[in-house]
């Protein structure tokens, strides 16, 4: 008897451990520096425009004090129309100028800026869109209330970026259209398609969510960008990758169905995660082009689905 209950216990500890474990990498995995970040693009794509741009660095404070690192990239052929950029897990404001680069061309001034835990900001523990969320928000306010000249602001955002710009939409931001790349709908099966990719149980993704809630406040399934979407009006265009494993395309497909206003969703044969972009960039730069001469010449009803 006494044997079986050390066996019970040690079991139960490893499982806790193992838990534990997952937690770390799922809310505080590795995050890049601006210089690996930068390293990568440099590697990938023509990265040279961007050092031909005028840029401004700033800070903005956050709802609850923590402080986010900004830069603007001003349009060299002027305009007053402006894209809030938002960069997925584990990167930083660099990696998200593959997009800057088409919106740059489109005409738009472009607001990048470090999410919470990344980058040049603090290190903090990831929240999947609840804590990112009011900082996109206050990103928002201080976008419209720094640049007077604004007469369009589009949001854009990749993975973790896209969740966080699909939950800001519960606050009904002065925003006049959302782009959502790879974004995932509730994270909690995500993480269970990871457990279940490295060939583990998949009751360890909640024993995470379990010590998620212990260090955040939050159970992973609380993580829910879908749920903001019942009573959203700003129009949406989905992207997703045909192929993206991490992040199957039926997320965007499910938040297309939930959002009460405009959207599209647009798949990329052959693309993984975050590689839409990659795999056909005139494509890409085309939906999105047409999505938002659609937005702007008002074809479309908002609640149109």
Not at 273 to 292: M, P, Q, T
């Amino acid at each position: 008897m006494i044997i079986a209950i050390i066996v019970i216990a040690a079991v139960l500890v490893i499982i806790a451990a193992a838990g534990y474990l997952l937690s770390n990498f799922v809310l505080c995995g590795k995050r890049q520096t601006l210089e690996e970040a930068r390293a990568w693009q440099e590697n990938h794509y023509d990265f040279s425009f961007y050092d031909k741009l005028e840029k401004t660095d700033y800070t903005v404070t956050s709802y609850d004090g923590y402080v986010l690192n900004v830069e603007f990239l001003k349009n060299p052929n002027g305009g007053n129309k402006y894209m809030l950029i938002t960069h997925g897990l584990t990167d930083n404001r660099f990696g998200m100028m593959k997009y800057a680069q088409i919106f740059l061309e489109l005409g738009y001034n472009i607001i990048v800026y470090d999410v919470r835990g990344h980058g040049l900001n603090e290190r903090a523990l990831c929240t999947y869109s609840i804590r990112e969320r009011k900082d996109l928000m206050a990103m928002i306010r201080d976008s419209r209330g720094r640049y007077p000249d604004m007469e369009e602001l589009g949001l854009h955002g990749e993975s973790l970026g896209a969740a966080t710009t699909i939950a800001v939409l519960e606050e009904k931001p002065p925003v006049d259209f959302a782009i959502a790349d790879c974004g995932f709908a509730e994270i909690l099966p995500v993480v269970k398609g990871l457990v279940k990719n490295m060939h583990m149980p998949a009751f360890l993704g909640d024993v995470a969510s379990v010590w998620a809630k212990i260090r955040t406040g939050w159970w992973l399934q609380d993580m829910r960008p879908i749920d903001s979407l019942e009573e959203n009006e700003i129009p949406i265009l989905f992207i997703h990758g045909e192929t993206d494993m991490l992040i199957p395309p039926e997320h965007s497909e499910r938040m297309k169905e939930a959002t009460k206003g405009y959207a599209e969703v647009e798949v990329f044969p052959g693309a993984g995660h975050a590689s839409c972009v990659f795999a056909d960039g005139e494509r890409y730069e085309k939906n999105v082009k047409d999505f938002i001469l659609q937005v702007e010449s008002g074809r479309h009803s908002s609640t149109e689905n």
